[in-house]
Structure formats: structure tokens, C-alpha cells
């Protein structure tokens, strides 16, 4: 339980609240800074995974923890920027993000039931939209232009990429589980 990788994703948690009390500290760094924790807590979601594997550390509590830690700094983070920034694109951009988290995590229980939790592995689409989607949020916190460069704007056009990314992803995990869905209404309509 207290291997190093558990460690980094308990950390990740402990973040969440440290990062929404920068986003709203009334000083003139207060996004610069929640854009590091943010960016802290994407780096430690990677480093906890390869750590795991790496050092033969995976573990039940580990795989659990982990996507709810990666789900609930994003969820946060798009919550505060939809706050933020009230506009139709940001709220449709982030309901649609949650939204495929919520519905990738009800398939692979599903499935995992089944017995064909392999079936919804993650894919090359779905880390490169995590990747995406992690470098929108974090220009969108940080939203301060950088050597000259619009970095909110910047944000704004990856994230419209990590919503494609998203429903492209979503859409691969349910082909790839479709016979389980397909089989199981059959034998519901069967019985």
C-alpha cells in the first residue's frame, strides 16, 4: 500500500485541494502556480505508472486509485475553468470530457464484470488525448501570454482537439466492447 507509485497517487490527490486554493488566492501568480501543481499532478501521473511497472510494484489498490486521482484533478480543474470562463464552448468542452470519463469508467466496470476487461485497454488514441488534454488544461490555468505567445488562446484550440480526441477515443473503447454489449441485450431479449 505504501509502495512508491501509491505514494505518488495519494499525492496527486492531496494536490486537488492545494491546486483549487491557488486558482482562487487573490494574487497575481495565483494561476502560474496552480498551473504548476496542475502540470506536478500530470507528471506524477505518469511517473506512478512507469514506477509501478518499472519496478514491479502494480497493485490492486494502485489500480484503482489511480485513474480516480487522474479523473478527479481533470474534473476539478475543467469545473474551475468552466467557472472561470462561462462561455457555451468551455462548458460543452468540459461536460463532453467528464462526460467520456464517466462513460470509459462505467464500460471498463462492465466489462470487468464480464470477465473482458482487456477488451477496453487503454489505446494509443486515449493517451495521446490524455497528453492533449492534460497541455489544454494546463495553458488554459496558466492563461498568461508566455515570450509573446497567446497561451489561453493556445489552450483554447488543444483543448477543441482534446474534445475530438476524446469522443474518437470513446468511440474506439466501445467498438472494441461492442460484441460484449451486442451479446449481452441478445441474451437479455432471449430470456
Known amino acids: 500500500m505504501w509502495s512508491i507509485p501509491n505514494l ?5 490527490i492531496i494536490m486537488i485541494p492545494v ?3 491557488l486558482f482562487y488566492l487573490p494574487a497575481p501568480w495565483n494561476h502560474q502556480m496552480a498551473a504548476l501543481v496542475f502540470t506536478i499532478a500530470a507528471f506524477t501521473d ?3 505508472g512507469y514506477l509501478a511497472r518499472r519496478m514491479g510494484l502494480v497493485s490492486p489498490l494502485g489500480a484503482f486509485l489511480d485513474p480516480v486521482a487522474d479523473k478527479l484533478m481533470v474534473a476539478t480543474a475543467l469545473v474551475l475553468l468552466v467557472a472561470d470562463n462561462p462561455s457555451p464552448w ?7 470530457i467528464i462526460g467520456r470519463e464517466i462513460t470509459i469508467s462505467a464500460l471498463r466496470e462492465w466489462m470487468a ?3 473482458s476487461r482487456c477488451t477496453v485497454a487503454v489505446s494509443w488514441v486515449g493517451k495521446f488525448k490524455t497528453a492533449t488534454q492534460m497541455g489544454a488544461i494546463t495553458l488554459l490555468i496558466y ?4 515570450f509573446g505567445l497567446p497561451i489561453y488562446r493556445i489552450g483554447e484550440l488543444l483543448l477543441y482537439v482534446a474534445v475530438v480526441l476524446t469522443l474518437w477515443s470513446m468511440m474506439v473503447y ?3 466492447a461492442w460484441p460484449s454489449l451486442a451479446e449481452d441485450r441478445k441474451n437479455d431479449a432471449d430470456a
Open 19 to 21: 491546486f483549487v486554493a
Open 174 to 176: 466501445l467498438r472494441a
Open 143 to 146: 492563461r498568461h501570454e508566455l
Open 90 to 96: 468551455m462548458a460543452v468542452s468540459a461536460a463532453v
Open 8 to 12: 505518488l497517487t495519494f499525492s496527486r
Open 46 to 48: 505518469w511517473l506512478d
Open 113 to 115: 464484470e464480464l470477465g
